[in-house]
């Protein structure tokens, strides 16, 4: 199986119900789990023009999931069954 890295893109500040509809999508794709992520405070962006800090709202990338799918088409589906706030993001980990 191939690892599929999931950037959830929307923060709100999570209400019970937010919680609740993720510990179920959690539950939900238990087996597939490679690491449960964590979310994300705000952040900073590092170019060579310089440093800023990035606002940690609707547009942030708010945390991560890495799955195991036998497929891109497979972990969309997967990542279409989530709670997001905004979006999900998919990259295919690469072997190296």
């Given at each position: ?61 708010a945390g ?15 990542a ?17």
């Amino acid at each position: 199986m191939k690892k599929f890295v999931f950037l959830s893109v929307g923060y709100q500040t999570p209400t019970k119900e937010i919680g609740d509809a993720w510990m179920k999508w959690f539950a939900s794709i238990k087996d597939r789990i490679v690491d449960g992520g964590s979310p994300f405070g705000p952040g900073m962006e590092i170019t060579k023009d310089g440093v800023r800090q990035l606002p940690h709202d609707r547009a942030a990338i708010a945390g991560y999931t890495i799955i195991k799918a036998e497929s891109m088409e497979e972990a969309v589906k997967i990542a279409k069954s989530c709670p997001i706030i905004t979006g999900m993001r998919v990259y295919e980990a690469m072997s190296m």
